[in-house]
């Protein structure tokens, strides 16, 4: 059985977080580390955060001195990991109980380096959608549309190297990963079930229009040289929007 690391960012998500380490405690693969990464300058959650980890062993605690940004933060968590696979999970998400086994079983059975599952969005404690996992098997099958929970993700740490981590964005910064990911010819296949939950929050950075508009401008122009006139036709594409269309029950 392979070791799995599960990288936790936390930052002003007190009301979520236990829900979110419970998720992972309770899975039915056991072998995995949690890390938990600290990344407020405000402590005052500290001391909670503290008492979860007592929870389980296997959950090592990372404390930031500042705020670096929930990117940073994964990378940091990246560094440290010992897994054969890495998961994702933000603090306000929840799996289900069979994710990672399922996951696992899937990538293993079909030779897959990376995965994502289809999930649920959440508000108010009430599924309000879905959306439908599908394959990028290209750079330009992603290109346009940044259909990717990452808390859905799912990958074998080797290909991940020193040029290809999380970058300074406030959001878009999975996206970013992605796409440099499939640039380097590797495939990201789809598991069209739901394995995971998406807590849809108004306050969120992911809520957040002017700055998924900043941080789409850097996507398109800085990481992916783009230019000016190349964005504003993604733009129109959909890709300045999140979360991307769903399915509605």
């Not at 990117?71 to 069979?98: E, M």
């Not at 897959?112 to 999930?119: K, Q």
Request: net charge positive; charged share 30%; with cysteine.
């Amino acid at each position: 059985m392979d070791l799995v690391s599960i990288i936790v960012p936390y930052y002003k998500k007190k009301k979520f977080i236990k829900r979110a380490l419970l998720s992972v405690l309770n899975q039915s693969y056991k072998k995995f580390e949690l890390i938990l990464i600290y990344d407020d300058e405000n402590k005052k959650d500290l001391g909670y955060i503290k008492k979860l980890v007592k929870l389980d062993k296997r959950i090592l605690l990372i404390v930031n001195d500042e705020n670096l940004g929930v990117g940073f933060s994964r990378n940091k968590g990246i560094n440290v990991s010992k897994g054969k696979y890495i998961c994702f999970l933000d603090s306000d998400d929840f799996w289900n109980k069979n994710k990672i086994k399922e996951q696992i079983n899937f990538m293993k059975n079909n030779k897959v380096v990376i995965s994502h599952t289809s999930y649920n969005i959440i508000e108010n404690n009430k599924k309000i959608s879905t959306r439908n996992a599908r394959n990028f098997l290209n750079f330009n099958s992603l290109v346009f549309s940044c259909d990717i929970g990452c808390s859905t993700v799912m990958l074998k740490k080797k290909i991940l190297f020193k040029h290809e981590n999380f970058p300074p964005l406030k959001t878009k910064e999975d996206f970013v990963l992605w796409l440099k990911l499939l640039k380097k010819r590797n495939k990201i296949y789809s598991i069209n079930k739901v394995l995971s939950n998406w807590e849809k929050t108004p306050k969120s950075l992911s809520s957040n229009v002017k700055q998924k508009l900043f941080d789409g401008f850097k996507v398109y122009n800085q990481y992916m040289k783009f230019g000016k006139i190349k964005f504003a036709e993604n733009r129109q594409t959909g890709c300045d929007s999140t979360p991307p269309p769903v399915t509605a029950f």
